[in-house]
């Protein structure tokens, strides 16, 4: 079985935690691909990045449709263009805070998420709501240090996470906190020991969900909304076969 | 990795069938475990059932936590008695209503639901809102048949599910059908290969995220809501330990 | 008018102040019969509870059948079993949650519920958004003391009511309280005195509403949902007559 | 105990069938006065309607103060001027939508609505909605009739309210019919025995509820919300008291 | 272009400085007319004062439409009347509320209000529910001081309004702050300058989006619920033409 | 004052029916430009299409805060990009999609949309959706014809629009019907005298709104969500300002 993860951010070194995350908690069959964005923003932090990553996401997905792979997984909290991105397959296509939120609800009664920016609360807001979460959210709390900074110094980081874990625990009475970027994969195990609720990340569960769509024999459902794009003309793109799709 | 699939109602053939759809879905390497309530209702239809059902659902879990069980599957529609399992182990427990709805998700934008007698329609609905899952479902159909005549003549009993399903698509344009029965797991390939939308039983899915969560070393959060009961007096059971847990 | 008060746990002492609480608000005509659960748990604080109390719910409603009963009210704050009550008789049910809430919405804009356990606030909202009444609920706060430390020491649980009542009207801007306990029907009075905003135990509007319900004629709906539970088999339960049913 | 009914129109045979109805449901120590309007509109069916209607209910609200009275009813299913009335009270005030949609609540999953004209509903549909009832209510039903076609034509009258309740039972699936509009309060008992599912009108079960929550003392929370209007000037209504209040 | 502006309230100041604003915005060519309610109250806080206030505001859209009005704006946060007003007349009728709110999606992701006493929290919470808008409100505060307290002592009003604003933003995150009341015209741009997110009154909005829909032609909508009321007795209200209408 | 009215597509016959539309509708002293997509899809009906859009749309954001527009129209019924392309400057942005809908809650109590695919549907949805409109909205219809085919045969377009918007009044009971789509703009005239009731398109209330906001003073918060991007590296799109800003 392969996976794709695709990083939807240009900065290779958060592609590289991503898939030492997944790779630690991937099934032994399982192969994993990681990739890049060969364009776009080095982080996703806002809409203007949101809309400026997904088109590079989409890329990968039309290029992995050619390597057979069998699953897809978006690696960034705010899920980029994931209902465009199960128009272009009909094989399974995950995003990770949709994953992370699923994987949550199956192991607590409410959570809180923690994400990078005050800016990017709103982001996150929106993605809860649309996966119907809102009822099982206590709370988004951001650390005010952006995707970079956590790079940059993981110590100041892991800090600043705690700190607002422990705000969403004991304050908003979250019974299960989710990191709120796939930057933050490195720090799970440490916020859990300390914690003691639940810690997760997306990129794990997204994996082992794809793996488990995959292994139920599961397509993306191609009736009405998600079937493949009408054709038509796209231009300006690096997609040499959109067009004839 | 050690599965225990829970019928909750006492009918011995729907197990064998469960079991039967759990196995051919699994994983190589889990060990499923089959069990059929030991009391309370040949089958789960209305809220007496739920209720009468629940007691030996939980005191199956128990009995899982002295087997070593890594996992749960409740394998009802209703998930009778799920949040008060959570309570009883820390190991993931599932119910197949919820994993059917979380698989639903994350391949088709919205989805129905069919399930068996005009009456059990309101059950499912508690569920559906419960998860958040409400602004998914575009409805919930009945085939007018009991779990029970379902047993009794399949090509009756096929035959309305695909007449009801056809109708989720046509009229309430479902992208994905739920069968909304632990009973109906044997007619999912059939009605797929007939209706053209993915169609989904909750065994197969529950087993496959159990999987995932015990391999990405989950457990319930015990923080507060579905921490250990209080030490009280249970009495009229057949829970020998119920008392010193 | 017959009216059967079902004390869901199996403490008499608790059954015997429902009944004085029930006995000083009645109507004159009306006979009020309380009965304690002859099997399941001495205390109802979390999701095991709910369940293992509500069969001896069910077996109440169906001895008040033989009896003649008018009206049932189910005396525990999470209306435990309440819709499986309402499938085995035509007589109106109420729980004292549903009539605390029913009540309070007729006096006031806004209302908190002050609970016993942290672990049960979610029972208690679970109820509270099943009946369409989160809108209105401002907050669901909690004592920490069990159901049956406010047995031990009225002082101590009079001071914790009072104290976290104080908070909701002060912080939540609640107008109402609503004692989330059938336990707490003694300190009623105490309360109210002190707040200055009406104080409802579920207890005394649950029997006023059930004489009403009688005194207008109304029964249960029969026509689908909440009709007698199919024909089939139950065991395990001491219901000498349920298969007959 | 003295309840008034207060009709909101200046229509003087609905105050009278408003008040047949509810000394035939009313307790028998019950002293009930009925008011009709002294100035405003004939019916009540639009919004000009209910704000045209609302202050001659405040008026009668301010008499009935100087009268004595221990509860009110407002007799329109639009419920006019119901939270301005608990302002100026602290007696129990109850409207008969608020109350048929309780009595519902407590006897059937689900009900519908059977209002007079098309462009009624809205105002129904706003009042359910007010009350947290949304998800209970199947429908909202019209006859197309005029509230004063009703009394001109009985049989033509009962004869649609007989049609759509049936298509509301039928197809919008509803396990309860109320009758919206305080001139059904005849037809009743004819539909019930008509429909075979429980026919709500809203004058009983708010004559009912009132004396429940006399007999309960409840008073309405004048902590913030709910409390007497500021004293500023009144001017223009025949309220001498007014600006003395 | 005419357009009426319609104060709410007897209070000749407020229609001053309503009109004051209104000028101050609207665009070159309109016309603006200020009227004071000729009966009623003369500020409005509360339920009963909607009430009272909502007759007087029809009496103006009748009186307009003899005169030719363009468009109407009620310029009291309560939105009184709206509805209603929306039945006489096919021209636009706008509320301030409605229009504050509606501009603040436009240029803010969520807002707060701030009000007048405590008490009329609710009365907004109403309307901003009512308009779909609550998803998009962190809080509606109040300053404690009623709407003539403000026309007394301004100084000690706009440092109230400073106050609760400062905490609209800072504490509830804010990022668009709307005055809760017509009487707060004069506060706009001193707020703004100080709090340094956008702040709006209702009063300029309204204008400018009734000049809007006169400009593209726009009608209410007479099809059915908005339609002209049916002809039926009207009595004890100054309005000469109104059975006739 | 300038508007730059965006049409995100990379067609330019339908950017000439918007400006038509749009010169139409604006005040005198309205400057309006109308820019074609340089780069993306020839017609916007799917996800992939949204996001595929959505670059064009912020470059030309870009490019109008160097000419010195006063306001920005995106002319596309899914509003791509909206929330980014407020980041982008703080100059008002108004969407169609949402300016349709505000200007029919102001003129009608409920609307429905038709759009062009079935598989639109889902991304109006979601547009309805994120603006608390959904309690509004009737319908979403869909006349089964693609952007491009109303342009090649418009008599068949305008004749499948009159079709859904007819069974939308009469089967949804809508009051108004919004064209969900910028290349509908031709056929308002013609439907809204068909049906009898208001006909909407977005593009012309979008310019008046626009002109409203800008006439009021009104800038889009930049305290916290929509203020400018961080400083990141973008790469591979034709923004050659975008790293500096």
């Given at each position: 079985?392969?996976?794709?993860?695709?990083?939807?951010?240009?900065?290779?070194?958060?592609?590289?935690?991503?898939?030492?995350?997944?790779?630690?908690?991937?099934?032994?069959?399982?192969?994993?691909?990681?990739?890049?964005?060969?364009?776009?923003?080095?982080?996703?932090?806002?809409?203007?990045?949101?809309?400026?990553?997904?088109?590079?996401?989409?890329?990968?997905?039309?290029?992995?449709?050619?390597?057979?792979?069998?699953?897809?997984?978006?690696?960034?909290?705010?899920?980029?263009?994931?209902?465009?991105?199960?128009?272009?397959?009909?094989?399974?296509?995950?995003?990770?805070?949709?994953?992370?939120?699923?994987?949550?609800k199956m192991i607590a009664p409410c959570f809180s998420v923690v994400s990078v920016l005050d800016r990017s609360v709103k982001v996150t807001a929106d993605v809860v709501s649309a996966y119907g979460a809102a009822p099982f959210c206590r709370s988004i709390r951001s650390t005010g240090l952006s995707v970079l900074d956590f790079g940059k110094d993981t110590d100041r980081g892991l800090s600043a996470l705690a700190e607002q874990s422990r705000r969403a625990v004991a304050e908003d009475k979250a019974e299960c906190v989710l990191l709120g970027c796939a930057g933050f994969v490195d720090f799970v195990e440490k916020l859990q020991r300390e914690l003691g609720v639940p810690v997760l990340d997306g990129v794990s569960p997204a994996v082992r969900f794809a793996e488990a769509l995959v292994g139920l024999g599961l397509r993306t459902s191609k009736v009405n909304t998600w079937t493949s794009p009408e054709k038509k003309a796209y231009t300006g793109y690096p997609f040499p076969d959109m067009n004839k799709s």
């Open positions: 079985m392969k996976i794709m993860l695709i990083n939807p951010n240009t900065t290779q070194y958060m592609t590289d935690s991503i898939l030492k995350c997944a790779r630690r908690y991937a099934s032994p069959g399982t192969e994993l691909y990681a990739v890049t964005a060969s364009f776009g923003v080095s982080s996703v932090e806002c809409y203007v990045d949101e809309y400026l990553a997904a088109p590079a996401v989409l890329r990968e997905i039309m290029r992995g449709e050619a390597l057979g792979v069998d699953a897809y997984v978006i690696a960034c909290f705010g899920d980029p263009a994931l209902q465009a991105a199960r128009e272009l397959t009909d094989k399974p296509v995950l995003g990770i805070a949709e994953s992370a939120i699923a994987a949550a």
